[in-house]
């Protein structure tokens, strides 16, 4: 064999097992890519969830830790508390928006479910699912849909 003819022969080696094998190395490298989006999305989300639980301890007298009572609130108390569940619902949305998909992988849907068990937490509470449509006011309509209907869900679970 001539030199040429080795190029030629190397060049067919390459076409046919190089090019497929580096169109499989990109695609496990951009699936690759995507999972760690994915994760740094829900770690950023679970990052603000953590700080609003500081905000939630900040707050102490407000009772938001603990199953919602009847207590007596001022004013004052009733603003902060509204104000730190606007802040969750907007929290909530986020979350709703950068991570809910109708068909998710199954590695989205397990992100997905710390979010749905949150959503539902809260939900159990009166005082939250009373200020909810106030706290919907503007909000994405299929975000809205979604939480509305866990807390109806919340809702009818807490019926004696």
Not at 109 to 135: H, I, K, Q, T, V
Request: proline share 3%; net charge negative.
């Amino acid at each position: 064999m001539t030199w040429m003819e080795w190029l030629e022969a190397l060049s067919y080696l390459v076409t046919v097992i190089g090019l497929p094998v580096a169109i499989l190395i990109f695609v496990y490298e951009q699936r690759k890519e995507r999972q760690n989006e994915e994760y740094e999305i829900y770690q950023r989300l679970s990052d603000e969830y953590g700080n609003f639980l500081k905000l939630v301890l900040e707050n102490a007298d407000l009772n938001l830790s603990r199953p919602y009572t009847t207590e007596k609130m001022t004013e004052e108390q009733t603003e902060r508390k509204r104000v730190l569940f606007a802040l969750l619902v907007a929290l909530f949305e986020r979350a709703f928006i950068m991570v809910y998909e109708e068909e998710m992988s199954r590695q989205r849907r397990r992100l997905w479910a710390s979010w749905e068990d949150y959503m539902g937490e809260w939900c159990r509470r009166e005082d939250f699912r009373n200020l909810l449509p106030e706290l919907l006011q503007g909000e994405d309509p299929d975000f809205c849909s979604h939480i509305v209907s866990i807390a109806e869900r919340e809702r009818v679970a807490m019926r004696p």
